[in-house]
């Protein structure tokens, strides 16, 4: 536990414009003092000096909200030799009942690291950020992609006939090329043009954002090479579920233990049992994209890799589920994928 290794707990509560800081006694829990400071780097000097006159012996820091508003104040403290750990909210229902303002989040921040058995380190290195943002701006330019084509499809629907026929047959590529290319014409009526027209604009969104995604995409490949290239040497991992493993494991010193790393993923066993019924199920939470992304893969094998359906195949055998052997394939690939990207060497961080 944490109070039989440091004397104080920093508790953040961070925010876009101030952080609000609370320093605990670990052996008791003890408000120190407390103190505010805004979001920027001298704000940040400001609460280490805070710390090292009110926590001058062993501390560590724990930040709500390292990976967004308090991302900045945790690169600092790394750069001055600093240790924070990263703690989430409280639960709606805690706040419901104790109330909620900055101080209390931040005096909560500190007694949740307290209470937690082993704190999370907050993601770092710089390439893992900009995986982080490059999925972010791809998976956004693909939902612009997804919906303006859906639209378009839906517009064709109830386009006059003369339109529907042309358009109707088209596969999705032909179909994109054909509505990006329309032209003004004499011999359409005004309701034919208008519906031209919103034809030719979901055409050419939906071009700009394969594009943009397609370009963010290529630039994911180069940092997936340069951190953990082994990974897109496994079956059914591509660069989108790279990166997207990568940014949830983050670095070696992050995630504990494989054990650690599948719990995080929504992919360790919780048991369901009740009477005489023995089984267990998958959790419920954890990181849902890199779920998804564990997801995915197992998706691919199912279909393309032989030893994954026999493997199916005899579980059903035995007399599970298809969806238990589903939950149990998910563990073993979030464990050999955590042994892959703890033993990629070297790292670029």
């Known amino acids: 536990m944490l109070a039989d290794e440091v004397d104080y707990v920093i508790g953040v509560?961070?925010?876009?414009?101030?952080?609000?800081?609370?320093?605990?006694?670990?052996?008791t829990g003890a408000v120190v003092a407390q103190h505010s400071v805004r979001a920027d780097r001298s704000g940040y000097e400001a609460a280490l000096r805070f710390a090292r006159r009110?926590?001058?012996?062993a501390r560590i820091w724990a930040i709500e909200g390292a990976g967004h508003y308090g991302a900045g104040l945790t690169r600092f403290?790394?750069?001055?030799?600093?240790?924070?750990?990263?703690?989430?909210?409280?639960?709606?229902?805690?706040r419901r009942l104790q109330g909620k303002d900055d101080p209390?989040?931040?005096?909560?921040?500190?007694r949740s690291a307290l209470a937690t058995r082993t704190p999370t380190l907050p993601r770092r290195g710089e390439r893992q950020e900009a995986l982080r943002v490059l999925l972010l701006a791809r998976r956004s330019a693909?939902?612009?992609?997804?919906l303006a084509l859906v639209q378009l499809r839906s517009v064709i629907v109830t386009a006059p006939e003369r339109i529907r026929e042309e358009l109707r047959q088209l596969p999705a590529g032909q179909l994109i090329r054909r509505c990006s290319r329309f032209r003004r014409s004499n011999s359409r009526t005004p309701d034919e043009f208008a519906i031209v027209l919103a034809l030719r604009s979901l055409a050419r969104r939906i071009e700009a954002a394969t594009e943009e995604a397609n370009e963010l995409e290529r630039e994911i490949v180069g940092h997936v090479r340069a951190l953990v290239p082994d990974l897109l040497n496994e079956p059914g991992v591509g660069p989108i579920v790279a990166a997207q493993l990568i940014v949830s494991w983050s670095h070696r010193d992050r995630v504990r233990s494989e054990a650690a790393f599948a719990r995080l993923a929504g992919?360790?066993?919780?048991?369901?049992?009740?009477?005489?019924?023995?089984r267990h199920r998958l959790s419920r939470s954890g990181d849902r994209q890199l779920n998804r992304a564990l997801h995915t893969v197992?998706?691919?094998?199912?279909?393309?890799?032989?030893?994954?359906?026999?493997?199916?195949?005899?579980?059903?055998?035995?007399?599970?589920?298809?969806?238990?052997?589903?939950?149990?394939?998910?563990?073993?690939?979030?464990?050999?994928?955590?042994?892959v990207m703890q033993n990629a060497t070297p790292l670029t961080t």
């Open 13 to 27: 509560d961070t925010h876009r414009d101030q952080h609000v800081l609370a320093v605990v006694v670990a052996a």
């Open 54 to 57: 009110y926590a001058a012996d």
């Open 77 to 94: 403290l790394a750069a001055h030799g600093e240790t924070a750990f990263e703690v989430g909210r409280s639960g709606r229902g805690e």
């Open 104 to 110: 209390v989040d931040a005096l909560r921040a500190a």
């Open 142 to 146: 693909v939902d612009v992609r997804r």
């Open 267 to 278: 992919v360790a066993p919780l048991p369901a049992s009740s009477g005489q019924t023995i």
């Open 298 to 339: 197992i998706l691919h094998r199912r279909q393309h890799d032989p030893a994954t359906r026999n493997y199916i195949a005899r579980r059903i055998a035995e007399g599970k589920s298809s969806r238990e052997a589903t939950r149990i394939l998910k563990r073993y690939l979030a464990r050999h994928l955590y042994r």
